[in-house]
């Protein structure tokens, strides 16, 4: 159980930080002065995002506004981190043998985070690598990670 919450929290720094870094480099773009995109570049730039987008949110929870005062918040499943953390926690220091249900969240939780993880693997490897390589070859500097732990399937 360690090694998945670890891994579900491997996935979830490097899903935050290739969306900060992509939205980060989109809205550098968009600023007075700044060179122009070619179409193609924000087209590939815009799929990529949106992919990371549906991945983000198997990680990481949706966020209310500060000072937030509205209805109350649609409810959205736990995300992997949370699910394989409150399993280490129900399993941590407990004697008796897993339940049952507590067995079958362990597999249900290992094969998401392992579909997922994939996923991210591909976004970070693929996708970005082809981003990158567009931008550079129209001299636009890359989206670059940072951190030993980027690919997401490497231990750090």
């Not at 926690?89 to 008796?96: I, M």
């Not at 067995?103 to 996923?119: A, D, K, P, S």
């Not at 693929?126 to 567009?134: C, S």
């Amino acid at each position: 159980m360690y090694e998945l919450a670890r891994t579900a929290d491997r996935g979830r720094r490097t899903i935050v930080e290739l969306k900060t870094a992509l939205t980060s480099a989109t809205e550098a773009w968009k600023k007075p002065g700044a060179p122009p995109i070619p179409e193609d570049i924000r087209k590939a730039a815009e799929e990529l995002a949106q992919q990371v987008e549906e991945v983000h949110g198997k990680f990481v929870p949706p966020q209310l506004p500060l000072g937030w005062a509205g209805p109350p918040p649609v409810y959205t499943p736990p995300t992997l981190p949370q699910r394989a953390n409150r399993l280490l926690g129900a399993l941590d220091s407990y004697t008796a043998a897993p339940t049952t249900q507590q067995l079958e969240e362990v597999q249900i939780v290992t094969g998401l985070l392992g579909e997922t993880m994939e996923r991210l693997k591909k976004l970070v490897d693929v996708d970005l690598a082809e981003l990158n390589r567009m931008m550079n070859a129209a001299g636009i500097p890359h989206i670059r990670l940072s951190g030993s732990d980027r690919t997401p399937g490497r231990r750090p």
